[in-house]
């Protein structure tokens, strides 16, 4: 099992930036693959950025450019810094981690909030 917790969500002004990180533990030799997913409300879980454990990356469209994605392999830690946010960035951003760059994987941390103001 692997176990995915996270921090860094909160309320921001439309322009500013936030970082969210998620720290993994446990069986984590089982993950090559983290990143982030978000929900809006009364939208489906999207994709926004995805990492491997030796750098490659995957970007949703709409966050290219803002939101670079790092990972400490040491601290089995994963970071979204999110900058030049807008309203529409709004929503839960979950977790995840797994064996895929480009599909959700297996294991999903509790999420946090995020809301950007106009």
């Known amino acids: 099992q692997v176990q995915l917790v996270e921090s860094g969500g909160g309320l921001v002004q439309a322009g500013g930036s936030l970082r969210l990180s998620c720290a993994a533990s446990?069986?984590?030799?089982?993950?090559?693959?983290m990143g982030w997913y978000r929900q809006a409300p009364g939208k489906q879980r999207e994709l926004v950025a995805k990492?491997?454990?030796?750098?490659?990356?995957n970007y949703a469209d709409s966050v290219k450019g803002r939101f670079p994605i790092s990972r400490d392999n040491a601290k089995n830690t994963v970071y979204l810094q999110m900058g030049s946010l807008k309203p529409e960035d709004t929503g839960v951003y979950s977790c995840?981690?797994?064996?895929?760059?480009?599909?959700?994987?297996?294991?999903w941390g509790q999420g946090t909030q995020v809301t950007v103001s106009s």
């Open positions: 446990g069986s984590i030799f089982s993950i090559n693959y």
């Open positions: 990492i491997s454990s030796d750098g490659r990356t």
């Open positions: 995840n981690a797994g064996d895929s760059l480009t599909s959700r994987g297996v294991y």
